[in-house]
């Protein structure tokens, strides 16, 4: 089973920088994975996907050019860069896996999630 959990979140003032970070627990080797947040009151959305390899990447326009979504295999760990951090960015972030190695925006397409980590931007 695999197993996510996700670290760096926390508070940040506007145009700061914060790096999250997802690891797998268990050993096993992940696939594609992705960010997903969720903001109080709205639904989780999409934020970035990575292949396996790294060699795609998607991003949601919101975050585009200042979000980097990157990974280390050999520790099987991936990150989320995150700098010009504004306060609509405020979410609970999540880090997702799935055992393709397609990326996707949606989040039915993804089998394994993390416990979340909170992101907080202050203005």
């Known amino acids: 089973q695999v197993q996510l959990g996700e670290s760096g979140g926390g508070l940040v003032q506007a145009g700061g920088s914060l790096r999250l970070s997802c690891a797998e627990a268990?050993?096993?080797?992940?696939?594609?994975m992705a960010w997903f947040r969720q903001a109080p009151g709205k639904e989780r959305e999409f934020v970035a996907a990575?292949?396996?390899?790294?060699?795609?990447?998607d991003y949601a326009n919101s975050v585009k050019g200042r979000f980097t979504i990157f990974r280390e295999n050999a520790k099987n760990t991936y990150y989320l860069q995150m700098t010009d951090l504004k306060p609509e960015d405020t979410a609970v972030y999540y880090c997702?896996?799935?055992?393709?190695?397609?990326?996707?925006?949606?989040?039915?397409?993804?089998?394994?999630w993390g416990q979340g980590t909170q992101v907080t931007v202050s203005s």
């Open positions: 997702a896996a799935r055992r393709t190695t397609i990326v996707s925006r949606a989040e039915y397409a993804y089998d394994y």
């Open positions: 990575i292949t396996w390899s790294g060699s795609t990447t």
């Open positions: 268990s050993g096993r080797s992940l696939s594609a």
